[in-house]
C-alpha cells in the first residue's frame, strides 16, 4: 500500500458530470487555492482545502509528501487522438508543403500517409516499437498521461496487425494509460486505386473480424476525405466496425467538407475529428447527438488552415475535446501545451475551456470518463505541476512546457 501526500498546491479541475461538457459548462471548473491531495494505491482518497485533507491524518498514514509550493495543479492531460507510431518522419514532405504544394496532392502522387505506409512495413516490429515508445516518452514529459493511438500506417491485415501489437506494447510497458484505433481506413493503397471499393470490402469483410478476433482494438476510424473515403464508403466501414463491437470515431471535413460530421451524428460514433471544414448543419446535428468534437489546432498550424470554429461549436453546445493528432506528415508534435496555446490564442477558446477539453471531454471520447480526466475522489491520482499559478501559464508562457512534473497514478513519471 503506497500512500502520498500533495500539499500546498492550487488545484483546478474540471467538474466531473455525468456528460460530457458543452455549452455554458464548457468552461465549468473549480478551483482550490490552499489545496492538498491524499492519494492511496494510484487512486485520490480525499481531495480539498488543506485543512480538511490533513484532517484525521497521522504521519504514519503518509509514505511521501509533496510540498506543491503553490504551483498549479491539473488532471494529466488526455490525447485522444494520435498516428504516434510510426516508423521514419517526413521531412521532405514538409519541405514540399512549404513550398506550395497541398497535403492531398502529396497523397494522391503516391506520398504522404503511402509514404508512411512503406516505412512501418519495412521497420521491424522491435524497431517501430522503439520509435514509437521515445515519441510516447516524450508526450508524458509534456503532461500526456493517457493517450488515443491509431494503426493506419498497414493497410493490408498483416502490417495492421503488427502496428496494433506494437500499440499493446505501449499499454502494457508504459506508464500511460492508452486506448487503442484500429485505423486501416486511413488511405486507399497505390494498387486499389482504380478500385477502392475492392479495398473497403477487403476492410469490412478480413480486416476488421481479423483485428475483431483478436479484440486488439476498441476502436474503428476512418479518413473520410475528398480523394479518400467517401461518404458512403465510410458508412460501410464503420458499420461493419459497429457490427464486430468496435466503438468508431471519424477523421471527417478536415480540408473538404463531405458530410463527416453528418456521417457521425447518423452513426452517433463518439466523436468526429478536425472539422475544419464542417457545415453550420452538421455541427448542429453534432450536438444533437452529443457527438464529441476532437479539435486539432495543431494539424491547422501545420497546414496553414484556418482554425476549426471553436466558438461556434461551443455555442451550438457541441462538446469540444482538444488533441496532438501527432503523425509524421500533417502535424508533428506531442505536445498539449503546444496544443492547448493554440487553443486559446486562435481558436479563441477560454482557459478554462481549454482545460475541460484537454482533459475531461477527451477522457470521455475514450470511454474513460470514470476513472480519469478530473480530480475527484476514487479517480486515478494523474496530475500534473505547473510553473504557474494558473492554467493560463500553458498558453502566456509560449513556446516551452509549463509542466514540471508529471504524476501517473500517484507515481512520479516525468
Ligand atoms: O489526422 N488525415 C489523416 N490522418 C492524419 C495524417 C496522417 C499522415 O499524414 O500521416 C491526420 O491529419
Ligand atoms: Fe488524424
Redesign the pocket.
Given at each position: 500500500m503506497i500512500t502520498s501526500l500533495f500539499r500546498n498546491a492550487t488545484i483546478v479541475t474540471p467538474e466531473s458530470k455525468d456528460s460530457p461538457l458543452s455549452g455554458k459548462d464548457q468552461g465549468k471548473v473549480n478551483t482550490i487555492s490552499h489545496g492538498a491531495i491524499y492519494c492511496r494505491n494510484g487512486l485520490i482518497e480525499k481531495i480539498g482545502e488543506e485543512g480538511y485533507v490533513l484532517e484525521g491524518l497521522s504521519f504514519r498514514d503518509v509514505d511521501m509528501e509533496i510540498d506543491c509550493q503553490g504551483c498549479c495543479l491539473i488532471p494529466g492531460f488526455v490525447d485522444p487522438?494520435t498516428?504516434i507510431c510510426?516508423a521514419a518522419r517526413?521531412e521532405k514532405e514538409f519541405a514540399l508543403r512549404l513550398a506550395g504544394t497541398p497535403?492531398l496532392d502529396i497523397l494522391k502522387a503516391g506520398g504522404?500517409?503511402l509514404s508512411?505506409v512503406q516505412a512501418v512495413k519495412e521497420a521491424s516490429e522491435e524497431e517501430l516499437f522503439q520509435t514509437t515508445l521515445e515519441n510516447v516518452l516524450s508526450a508524458l514529459s509534456f503532461g500526456t498521461t493517457t493517450i488515443e493511438i491509431k494503426s493506419?500506417?498497414g493497410l493490408e491485415t498483416e502490417t495492421e496487425l503488427k502496428m496494433l501489437r506494437v500499440i499493446r506494447r505501449i499499454q502494457q510497458e508504459t506508464p500511460l494509460d492508452v486506448a487503442i484505433t484500429f485505423m486501416g481506413a486511413?488511405a486507399i493503397p497505390e494498387e486499389y486505386k482504380e478500385a477502392p471499393d475492392t479495398f473497403v470490402n477487403i476492410l469490412t469483410n478480413e480486416m476488421i473480424p481479423a483485428v475483431a478476433e483478436q479484440g486488439i482494438a476498441e476502436f474503428c476510424d476512418v479518413?473520410c476525405?475528398e480523394g479518400v473515403f467517401t461518404i458512403e464508403q465510410s458508412r460501410k466501414i464503420l458499420q461493419a466496425a459497429q457490427k464486430y463491437g468496435l466503438k468508431s470515431r471519424i477523421?471527417a471535413d478536415?480540408v473538404h467538407d463531405t458530410g463527416g460530421a453528418g456521417l457521425a451524428a447518423e452513426l452517433q460514433t463518439v466523436s468526429a475529428?478536425?472539422l475544419l471544414a464542417a457545415s453550420e448543419e452538421n455541427l448542429k446535428a453534432m450536438a444533437q447527438g452529443k457527438v464529441i468534437a476532437n479539435l486539432?489546432p495543431a494539424?491547422a498550424y501545420s497546414l496553414r488552415k484556418p482554425y476549426a470554429p471553436a466558438r461556434r461549436m461551443i455555442e451550438l453546445d457541441v462538446p469540444v475535446a482538444l488533441a496532438t493528432?501527432c503523425?509524421?506528415?500533417?502535424?508533428f508534435t506531442e505536445s498539449m501545451p503546444f496544443v492547448f496555446g493554440l487553443a486559446v490564442m486562435n481558436m479563441n477558446m477560454t482557459v478554462e475551456e481549454a482545460l475541460v477539453a484537454s482533459t475531461i471531454n477527451a477522457a470521455w471520447s475514450l470511454g474513460m470518463e470514470d476513472r480519469i480526466g478530473s480530480l475527484t475522489v476514487g479517480k486515478q491520482a494523474d496530475f500534473l505541476l505547473l510553473d504557474g499559478e494558473s492554467p493560463a501559464i500553458l498558453a502566456y508562457h509560449a513556446g516551452v512546457s509549463p509542466v514540471i512534473s508529471v504524476y501517473k497514478k500517484g507515481i512520479l513519471v516525468a
Open positions: 487522438h498516428h510510426f517526413r497535403y504522404g500517409i508512411s493506419g500506417y486511413h479518413f476525405e477523421h478536415e475529428e478536425h486539432l494539424t493528432d503523425n509524421p506528415g500533417s502535424c
